[in-house]
């Protein structure tokens, strides 16, 4: 009988193996399994849990947070924007005088060429006194437009810390 109950030991171990394995990869496996991936869910704070506030309006109320400071973002890049373009347009009408009062002076000094010194002198004169463009205009025989722009482009700098004036083309 012993022999025999030694005999049986090995299967019982064998039997006793096989049931654990069992037990182990039918019940507590997949409990795990299923702990892991509850896990793996937003948290929720205690705060949350106490306050009862579900996980879908907290995610809204997050949206909302994010939508906000998008707009403001948006907003903030809109106003850059906009200041941007000011400030190019600005440039823009300034580059627009100083090519029309180029343009001017070229066309004034083509039509004098053969004495463009002596109608340079002259232009600079009429700056200096402070001639009205009319009668830069009639002296020099030009359109008063050109004459506008040439008496800008001749006209001595203003000294320092004076404003300039708007006929000077200073803003």
Same mark, same amino acid.
């Given at each position: ?77 809109? &106003? ?50 402070? &001639? ?24 001595? &700098? ?9 006929? &000077?083309?200073?803003?």
């Amino acid at each position: 009988m012993a022999l025999l109950a030694q005999s049986n030991l090995g299967t019982w171990a064998v039997v006793a193996f096989v049931l654990l394995l069992a037990f182990y990869f039918l019940i507590l496996l997949p409990r795990r399994i299923r702990g892991r991936e509850g896990s793996s869910a937003p948290v929720r704070t205690q705060g949350d849990r106490e306050a009862g506030v579900p996980l879908a309006h907290r995610l809204l109320a997050r949206a909302e947070e994010l939508e906000v400071r998008m707009l403001e973002t948006s907003r903030e890049i809109d &106003a850059r924007t906009e200041n941007k373009i000011a400030l190019l347009r600005g440039l823009t009408e300034e580059v627009e005088e100083r090519t029309l009062e180029l343009r001017a002076l070229l066309d004034f000094l083509a039509a004098r060429s053969s004495d463009a010194p002596a109608a340079s002198r002259e232009l600079g004169s009429l700056a200096r006194e402070g &001639a009205s463009p009319e009668t830069a205009a009639e002296r020099l025989r030009i359109p008063v437009d050109s004459a506008r722009a040439l008496l800008r482009l001749f006209r001595p &700098a203003p000294p320092p810390g004076s404003a300039p004036s708007a006929d &000077a083309g200073g803003t």
